[in-house]
Structure formats: C-alpha cells, structure tokens
C-alpha cells in the first residue's frame, strides 16, 4: 500500500470519527431537550395542582374568606398567565428537538450511504426522503390550530379552561344569569385557538431561524 492509499484511509477514518463524535453530541443534546421538556411539563402539573387546589380551597365553606369568586379568578387568571409562559418555552423546546433529530437523521444518511451499508427494504424511504418537506398552503393552515405535540395541547387546553372559568366567575359575580355558560364555553374555544396558534408560529419560527450550531 502506497503513502497516497494510506493518507486516505487515515483521513477518511478520522472523518468517521468526526462525524461519530457530532452524532453522539446532537444525541446527547436531543436527551437532554427531551428531558427539560419533561421538567418543564412536570413544573406546569405541580403549579396546575397547587392553583386548582387552591381554588377548591377558597370555595370550601369553612374557608371564611372574602371575596370568594374574586379571589378563585385572579388564581385562574394568573395559573393561565404563568401557563402561557410555559407553552412558549415547551414549543421552543420541541422546535430545538426537531432541530437534533433532523440533524442526526442527516449524519445517519450519509453514513449509510458513504459506506454503501446494507439495510433492510423499510430503511429505503428514510435513505430518500428529505426532513423538511414542502406543505401545501391548506395543511399550514389546518397546522396553525394544531399545537405541537401532547405537552403543548394538553397545557393550551388546561390554560384556556383556566381563562374561561375566570371569565365565567367574572359573569356570574355581575349576574349575567343565562349568557354565563355560552360565554364561558366561547371563551375556551376562543383562547384555545389563539395558544394553538401561538404555540405553532413560536416552533415554526424557531425552527426557520435554526442552524447546526449550539445556541438558541
């Protein structure tokens, strides 16, 4: 084997070796997102327990606090409030998600086909398809009301049912009587909407402005 044969083999091993070390990196880094994702949702049930426990507490009739419905709706105002800060951080943690998981998907990619590694028949539409694809307008639109994924509906819907029952409690304390309920209800659809469609513009936009390097 000549110099020229080897110098290549040592380079092509040490490219390997670059690109196992990023792989192994991006993996670490996906863990570690997925695992905030989780703290962060495990901090969300915690406050939702302590507000809804408080609430029932305020209404208990051995309370004797005053003020009851006032005080039990500036709870739900502020869980929803503090719960929308939680949304935009688990949507910005899932588009960071999609991020490692696109990049690992790509690294995998060129190992397979670099070194022209057999795979079985089902590895064949993930050889050839690409991670970003192109949507049509009317599934962007039907995504908008859509939020991420099972953390981000589960907290856009327990936040709007947190501002529609303020919102209810708020009606009742003026005696609207019979509007309470349908104002209540188009309160949640209403603020539902708008978390979902806030939760997706913030992973849309934070995936779009993403790239390999490490930073937010």
Known sequence: MDVGSRKAIGMEENSLQILMKEYDAL???YAQAERNGQTMFNYYLTLMTATFGGVALVFQPSSGIVMQKTLSGLLFIFFAVIGSLYLSSLSTNSAHMTRYAREINEIR???IERF???VPPIYSKFISEKDIENK???MVLFSLFIPVNTFELFVATVNSISWAAAI???YLGAGVGSQVVSRGV???VITYLIYSIYARLIYQLTISRL???IGH
Request: aromatic letters at 10%.
């Open 27 to 29: 993996r670490e880094m």
């Open 109 to 111: 990619r060129l190992l």
């Open 116 to 118: 022209s590694v057999p």
């Open 136 to 138: 049509s307008n009317l």
């Open 168 to 170: 209810f409690i708020i």
């Open 186 to 188: 188009m309160s949640f």
């Open 211 to 213: 790239s390999v390097s």
